[in-house]
């Protein structure tokens, strides 16, 4: 097989679709476009179709910590900003601009594909994969995160314009809310209320919320990507990962007894 590729001149001459070895669809653009070799379409629709929705049912969204290179570039060069994260409710709606480019990304792959079938759409598509080039691949992942990252801290592109992290995101809160999800980060009763773990989270969440309140913090009502820093960085070591339904401990005050609660 290997050295049939290797002879194959179509896939050699298609070695910049490497990158779509890692990245998925619709990160990696331009997975089905310019006449892939059909192992690239092969390997495409597995990454993007079954890997990365198996991969967020255990993970979460650890792909933004774990693989990706945008997340990798946000966590060495833009570690030092991850402070600077916004916070508070108006932050979190800012977090709808990656679905405006999940939705452009889907938009104009669908009529990249079909426009050899449909002529209508030739003009449309063409136009559409040079403004979506423009926007998103220069300025939305290459210039804008880097510039802001002194000031919006390092996740900038994965927080607010990455369409595979609102991908991840939709399979991932969808995983929750119907109660299979392995990914949650649980807390005990420990919290002391130092902010420690809200003041580092790399995607602006109130963490110390969830934790006073013992309530578990997964992609049902966050946008968490499991990166951890607030399990490592809390002093009284009250975070914790886990998966799927968690049984925590509350402490009753009065009665001095403790009661278990399913979440």
């Not at 310019?34 to 690239?40: F, K, L, S, V, Y």
């Not at 991932?172 to 299979?180: E, F, P």
């Not at 997964?218 to 799927?244: E, Q």
Request: aromatic residues 12%.
């Amino acid at each position: 097989m290997g050295a049939r590729l290797a002879s194959d001149p179509v896939f050699a001459q298609q070695a910049w679709r490497a990158y779509g070895i890692i990245y998925a669809w619709p990160l990696f653009f331009y997975t089905f476009f310019n006449n892939p070799h059909e192992i690239w379409i092969v390997w495409g629709v597995l990454l993007a179709f079954v890997i990365i929705p198996i991969f967020v049912l255990f993970q979460g969204k650890r792909y933004c910590s774990w693989i990706c290179g945008c997340g990798g570039l946000a966590e060495t060069l833009g570690d030092r900003w991850r402070h600077l994260a916004p916070k508070g409710r108006t932050s979190i709606k800012w977090e709808r601009m990656n679905l405006a480019v999940l939705v452009a990304a889907t938009v104009v792959t669908v009529m990249v594909l079909l426009k050899d079938s449909i002529g209508l759409l030739r003009h449309p598509a063409t136009w559409g994969l040079d403004a979506y080039h423009l926007f998103a691949d220069v300025w939305l992942v290459g210039i804008l995160p880097v510039t802001l990252y002194p000031f919006l801290g390092g996740k900038v592109w994965c927080r607010y314009w990455c369409p595979l992290a609102k991908l991840m995101h939709l399979m991932s809160k969808a995983y929750a809310k119907l109660g299979i999800s392995r990914f949650a980060i649980v807390a005990n009763d420990k919290c002391i209320a130092c902010t420690e773990c809200s003041r580092h989270c790399q995607v602006g969440i109130d963490v110390m919320g969830y934790a006073l309140k013992q309530q578990v913090l997964d992609n049902a009502t966050s946008s968490c990507i499991g990166c951890g820093i607030c399990v490592s960085v809390c002093p009284m070591d009250t975070l914790s990962f886990g998966g799927g339904k968690q049984r925590l401990v509350h402490i009753q005050p009065q009665g001095g007894a403790s009661a278990v609660s399913p979440n």
